[in-house]
């Protein structure tokens, strides 16, 4: 699947808080695309772009942390 697939039509209708986290090396979803593809078709979305990371890397502890901070709120 790529960016591509997603439906612009229905992500627009999307009312929960979302979070996108992208890799900016991704060799599948390259994270600069995603966070600018998010960014038009998903009602006030935060983004976050994972600098100079690739497919399954690792979070940082204060990664982690946004992804909790962003769950409780």
Do not use: W
Request: charged residues 30%.
């Amino acid at each position: 699947m790529t960016t591509a697939d997603v439906s612009a039509g229905l992500m627009r209708h999307c009312k929960a808080p979302t979070l996108v986290m992208a890799a900016e090396k991704d060799c599948l979803f390259p994270g600069p695309g995603v966070i600018e593809r998010a960014k038009q078709i998903i009602p006030d979305c935060e983004t976050y772009l994972l600098e100079g990371r690739g497919h399954m890397n690792f979070l940082s502890d204060e990664e982690k942390k946004m992804i909790v901070d962003f769950l409780k709120d």
